[in-house]
């Protein structure tokens, strides 16, 4: 199929599914210019169900502006880059590709919220965003499944959010949704929501797996052996005040008197995660507040948390704060 000019008072009109107030600023600026190459497509699937699959370049240095309505927002990048923001949740995404098993976030919007894109000439963006409101979630059979209290805390909980690496089953559902293939007139439509609603379930999956880590972290302490449990206070003083950072799991264990399987096994009933899991999030959180508090350089901070690479360190920042080094450091 071949590319499309898209100009911005085509894109204007597909905002009114999502959103209302839609403004591009583009420079130079000329009457009802082409902003966009390449396919661009907003429908209904069904009433709550919006999606929207963009194959574009940008023709001109832009910035998106539009208010949006309350939703939940499944976005997925499956080529080249975006820069997007949903209030105070930024995407920032480069180079995401099949083969790198591209980005995905998903972000609640419990109030209407301002939404901007940013892009420089030449960017070219594959991506998907699903957008599921009150109402699609009230009209299935979610309502009544067990984990819909959870879910829908997470719903209600304005600019929630949670970013990961798409598994390939979720790249190949969306880009099946992006690249259909031809299909019997009026029945694209179906195959689209079929693979939607199979793009949703992965997504809430994970939305809910994340929280049942968090809540397991906030679970009261399993009664374990009094003096293993004197012994596993020990350790989690020495890894929160940083003296374990250079100790393997068996030094560890001789440093607390303890024997490695014991030290594993009650660390995880008490606090919910490995010695390793736990080691790792505090050595982000310290990175973090030298970003914050001490004005630290990323690579300061990258070291800080054990990384030797400043790329590896704002991959596993992302995950854990949801935005990069560079990002929590410009909110300041």
Not at 8 to 37: I, K, Y
Not at 130 to 137: A, G, V, Y
Not at 284 to 307: N, P
Request: glycine share 8%.
């Amino acid at each position: 199929m071949p590319r499309q000019a898209i100009s911005s008072d085509r894109l204007s009109s597909f905002s009114s599914l999502v959103g209302s107030n839609h403004r591009m600023d583009v420079l130079p600026r000329t009457a009802n210019q082409a902003v966009l190459e390449g396919h661009f497509q907003v429908s209904e699937l069904r009433p709550g169900m919006i999606l929207r699959c963009a194959d574009t370049r940008d023709l001109c240095s832009n910035t998106t502006r539009a208010e949006l309505k309350p939703a939940l927002k499944l976005v997925v990048l499956l080529g080249g880059s975006t820069d997007v923001s949903f209030g105070r949740r930024r995407l920032a995404w480069q180079g995401a590709s099949p083969a790198r098993a591209g980005e995905a976030a998903v972000v609640a919007l419990a109030e209407p919220e301002q939404f901007i894109r940013r892009a420089t000439a030449g960017n070219a963006e594959r991506s998907l965003t699903l957008t599921l409101t009150q109402e699609w979630f009230e009209s299935g059979a979610l309502a009544q499944d067990g984990a819909w209290p959870r879910l829908q805390s997470f719903i209600r909980t304005h600019l929630a959010a949670a970013c990961w690496r798409p598994s390939r089953r979720m790249m190949a559902l969306a880009e099946e949704v992006s690249r259909p293939a031809m299909f019997v007139p009026g029945l694209l439509a179906l195959h689209q929501e079929s693979r939607c609603i199979a793009l949703a379930s992965e997504a809430l999956a994970t939305v809910l797996g994340g929280m049942q880590e968090q809540e397991q972290e906030r679970m009261p302490a399993v009664p374990v052996n009094a003096r293993i449990a004197a012994r596993l206070r020990q350790l989690r003083e020495l890894l929160d005040c940083g003296e374990g950072d250079a100790l393997g799991l068996s030094a560890l264990a001789r440093a607390v008197g303890i024997n490695v399987n014991a030290m594993q096994r009650g660390f995880r009933e008490l606090t919910g995660v490995s010695v390793a899991e736990y080691a790792r999030r505090v050595r982000l959180e310290r990175a973090r507040r030298a970003l914050l508090q001490d004005g630290a350089s990323i690579a300061l901070a990258a070291t800080l948390a054990g990384y030797s690479s400043t790329a590896n360190f704002s991959t596993a920042f992302r995950r854990h704060f949801g935005v990069t080094p560079g990002q929590a450091r410009d909110t300041l």
